[in-house]
């Protein structure tokens, strides 16, 4: 069997080991309080409006864009180069956090920084650390976290000897390759359950040997806690839900695009469409 070719970049390698090791920070943007913005500005729609006509003006955009949004369209992206601090921190104020955010490792060593913000399918990206390369993104996930999970991954599984003491990795690493090797945009994705298996110690660190790390990682934050890896083989992702505790109560691998539990659908679109509405009536008008 040919062995599969070395698609990550150095630097993008180092990064994705960041992001396994967790030296990574997901606490992405550090946005402080907003008591500079606290004052009369705050009490008057109009004067706000004009000190800050270029976040208004984006957050008029994004509105109409999340209103026209699908989960399968074209992301659409808004630069905040052209805002002052006192803009951006609006943006902070207005947008919040929502309950999805990771990191993306480029071809350069550095990270893309995402987070949802309360409103689902409207984004907050920060390419590198310049807050000249910050955005907002309206659509189910931001482009890059696909773009990297293609771009950045091997689209062949190498199935190499497995250790003395394994079990049963690998016919669970022969679907794997298989399923991979099909998969095509619009099927659904293939689950496989690694908690109900009879999988030993052994078993699940030859599996993750072989699968390595990807260059995207999510944390989502709702009911409990999940985290969304790519794995170093295009379209193999694992997702790992986690109680109180930390401990992982299911563990599995997803073959297909990226984990439909990290994506805004169409439903959150309107529902986003409909609260961004309310908050500029509420602030500009």
Known sequence: MKPATPVLPSGAERATNELATG????????????????GPAWRDADERGRNYPNATLLLANAAAAVRGQRSGARTQLYGLANLGDGERKLIDELLGEGEVAGVVALPDGSLAQIRESVLAGIWRLRIGTEPAHEYVEVGSIPQVVRRAATDLTSAELVIGSPPNGAMNVQPVLAEIRERARVWQLGMHAHVINL??????IIDLAFLQQSLGNGPVQLMLHGYGTCRVQATRIRNVWSVQFFNSTDDIIL????????PIVALAADEDFQDSAERMQEIIEAYFT
């Open 23 to 38: 030296s990574a920070s997901l606490d992405l943007f550090h946005t402080g309080p907003m008591s500079s913005l606290a």
């Open 251 to 258: 563990d599995t691998l997803e073959v297909g695009g990226v």
């Open 195 to 200: 908690t109900s298996l009879p999988m030993s």
